[in-house]
């Protein structure tokens, strides 16, 4: 539902405005410093607030220094980066403020040889420095890279056969304490934005409610009989050896003790967001509040008890969302299909970007393959961009992230036509139109005297409330609502409501929209209340709400000059 901004007064304690959410763009054509300097001006015309940016630069020896293989035992230094800081300081956007360093683990050393890992903690103190230094808001690191060596899989590590499970996670602990403290000293109040967390292990199929096997729904077959699989206790989920299904790459069951030494050392300021890539196919809001559940309650046994407390205060909930699902054919590995005959799938996809929005604490990031949002070379990509392949993306994500500017562009131009004629006002007949009272007392009536046709006047209650209904041209329609109201000792509203046929009105709190007045027309006592409004599923009939509410004794709001009008998406 769209409704235009109220003003209302700001109480000592309660913040004046919601969280605002952040969406950030990732995938196959993250560009470089150098590229992002030439890019930045397309970039900041697309529907992101943020996006992921790769820095790889060349060594004296002829290799190169990869941040997206940060854990490699070579030894960095920093100087080897000053170039891309100033490409990255060049291309400083106040429109992208969230910008994000592409960091991925590419483990190419033991956990227990110490001289690598001064080496690797070197390398994320020169990451962090390289985000501050650049503008950026941190570091996105993705667990996932090298997973012909995965870095947090005890069965894959090349040591197994020598060290325990407890014995790893002991170490891996440790070494993510000294990551941290390195970083935190050169950045201590970024964002450490990792793809996915612990939400991923509580999604198990192995971690379930300490019901008993009731809740177990993963077997196995002994050869003479079904037995539940996995284990039932949180210190077992974290040595299972079995995969986590929606992660490729094998298990994870060493990523809790790499986030508990993250939490070992984590200053005050700084965030720690749990990506949850697991959402790539997610759509419907209720799962996204369900991994989000996953992050603040089911993981929580999965952290030591000495940092649950920061990990509750400093750990965040984000979605990832795949986007190619929505533009590969039938028939592909993923694929997400119509919900009904000839629908568009930019509609699913608009919808869950608006649901991981409201869901998430701040970020929910888009990943995308083979396709490209700006041009960059890339043997991987395909010549096509994603608004080529599939025309229409980039509005849909607009609307999704910000609806009410998507809806004022749609009222702008909604009211050209109108101007132009080529719209009917649906509130065409306002001097003839029937109003009741929907309040327990004061009066409506037309007021002759306002000098204009069809002005309604609202008096002689604390509340006057009066109605009006029209029915709608179609189902689910988007219409602009336009009303100039004066005030005189009353605060003036108008809240719009729906119905079906004759039967009562939708008392859901979503589909009662007050729009307030914003704006007061130059020199003049009338102001103007507009907005957009969409029509809740299942209704035909829009009631609108003219309300006068005393702010002083004898307080009267009058209402005139009527519009409501369909808007085209």
């Known amino acids: 539902m769209l409704a235009g901004n109220a003003v209302w007064a700001v109480q000592p304690g309660i913040p004046d405005r919601f969280p605002e959410k952040k969406l950030i763009a990732a995938g196959w054509d993250s560009p470089t410093p150098e590229e992002l300097v030439g890019l930045r ?46 490409n990255l300081q ?56 090298g997973v012909r060596q995965p870095a947090f899989s005890y069965n894959r590590q090349v040591h197994a056969d020598k060290y325990s499970f407890a014995e790893y996670a002991a170490k891996i602990r440790q070494r993510a ?11 201590p109040d970024m964002v450490f934005f990792s793809m996915f967390l612990n939400g991923g292990q509580a999604y198990s199929s192995f971690y379930q409610h300490p019901a008993g096997d009731a809740a177990v729904h993963h077997w196995y077959w002994t050869g003479g009989a079904l037995v539940p699989s996995g284990p ?33 050392a984590v200053p005050p300021g700084m965030v720690i967001v749990d990506g949850l890539e697991q959402t790539y196919t997610t759509t419907a809001r209720e799962r996204f509040v369900y991994w989000a559940h996953n992050v603040h309650t089911m993981a929580l046994p ?28 039938p028939g592909s590995k993923y694929y997400i299909k119509p ?18 929005l409201e869901v998430s604490d701040r970020y929910v990031w888009l990943w995308g393959e083979r396709h490209w949002w700006w041009p960059v070379q890339r043997k991987r990509l395909n010549p096509e961009s994603f608004e080529e392949i599939a025309p229409g993306i980039t509005k849909a994500i607009e609307l999704a992230r910000n609806p009410a500017r998507e809806a004022g562009r749609m009222y702008q131009k ?90 009562p009105l939708l008392h859901r ?7 307030m007045p914003e704006k007061r027309e130059e020199g003049s006592e009338w102001g103007v209340v507009e907005g957009i409004v969409a029509a809740p599923p299942g209704s035909n009939k829009m009631v609108i709400q003219v309300i006068a509410r005393e702010e002083q004794p004898g307080g009267t709001a009058w209402f005139g000059d009527f519009e409501v009008f369909p808007v085209e998406l």
């Open 41 to 86: 001006e397309t970039i900041e015309k697309l529907p992101f607030d943020g996006i992921r940016i790769s820095v790889s630069v060349p060594t004296p020896d002829g290799k190169s220094a990869d941040f997206y293989r940060i854990m490699t035992p070579e030894k960095w230094e920093k100087a080897w980066f000053q170039e891309a800081v100033q």
């Open 90 to 145: 060049k291309a400083k956007s106040e429109r992208l403020t969230e910008n994000f360093l592409s960091v991925g683990a590419g483990l190419e050393a033991d956990w227990f040889d110490d001289a690598a890992w001064q080496n690797i903690t070197e390398h994320f103190r020169i990451a962090a420095w390289v985000a501050r230094e650049g503008g950026l808001r941190g570091i996105m690191f993705n667990p996932e890279v």
């Open 177 to 187: 304490a000294e990551l941290m403290k390195a970083m935190a000293e050169e950045y």
């Open 232 to 264: 039932k206790t949180p210190a077992q989920v974290q040595e299972q050896l079995a995969p986590l299904e929606m992660i490729e790459g094998g298990s994870y069951n060493l990523l809790p003790a790499f986030l508990n030494g993250l939490l070992d």
């Open 302 to 329: 999965l952290v030591a008890p000495e940092n649950r407390r920061k990990y509750r205060s400093q750990v965040e909930a984000g979605f990832g969302i795949y986007l190619n699902p929505y533009i590969n054919p």
């Open 339 to 356: 919900e009904k005959e000839g629908q568009n799938r930019l509609e699913i996809l608009k919808r869950s970007v608006r649901n991981a």
């Open 414 to 503: 909604a009211e050209r036509r109108l101007k132009a004629s080529s719209l009917e006002n649906l509130f065409s007949d306002a001097a003839g139109r029937q109003w009741h009272l929907a309040s327990t007392g004061g009066t409506v009536n037309t007021d002759p005297s306002a000098g204009q046709e069809g002005v309604l006047r609202l008096s002689g209650a604390p509340e006057v409330i009066a109605q009006t209904e029209l029915s709608l041209q179609r189902k689910r329609g988007i219409y602009a609502i336009r009303v100039r109201v004066r005030e005189e000792g009353a605060a003036a509203s108008i809240r719009v409501r729906w119905r079906k046929d004759d039967g």
């Open 509 to 515: 709190l979503a589909n009662a929209i007050r729009l």
